[in-house]
């Protein structure tokens, strides 16, 4: 049986295997175990995981923002109606509806127009 940290760090220990880790660092053997140590080279790298890495998350906390907002907006609608929170749910199935398309169009079809846009 593998222990927890084995499990959530396989990445990293198949990683630290190769020469060259993506981010900037190097993997060297050291009295029979792995060190990482900084590629001098690496900063570029570093920079461009960082960028890629913030896009990704504004993604993320973009989906999770729509559902706030149109699950707040009904609740707040079902408060002034007096009514139980079928607005509040339906504005959750709507946020999350408009989260998702806008992820969706950010990460499928602004690549591939990119593609098929000749520079």
């Not at 990445?11 to 190097?26: C, M, N, Q, S």
């Not at 461009?48 to 890495?53: A, K, L, Q």
């Not at 998702?100 to 000749?118: A, C, G, N, Q, W």
Request: aromatic share 10%; proline share 5%.
């Amino acid at each position: 049986m593998k222990s927890a940290c084995a499990f959530f760090h396989k990445d990293y220990i198949l990683v630290a295997k190769r020469e060259t880790i993506p981010g900037g660092f190097r993997a060297r053997e050291a009295r029979g175990s792995t060190v990482l140590t900084e590629d001098p080279n690496g900063d570029e790298q570093r920079r461009e995981m960082m960028r890629v890495s913030g896009q990704f998350m504004g993604h993320g906390l973009r989906l999770a923002l729509a559902v706030l907002l149109f699950m707040g907006l009904g609740a707040w609608l079902d408060s002034k109606l007096g009514w139980p929170p079928i607005l509040m749910v339906i504005g959750a199935f709507v946020g999350g509806g408009a989260g998702f398309y806008s992820l969706y169009s950010h990460i499928v079809i602004e690549p591939r127009e990119r593609d098929k846009t000749p520079e």
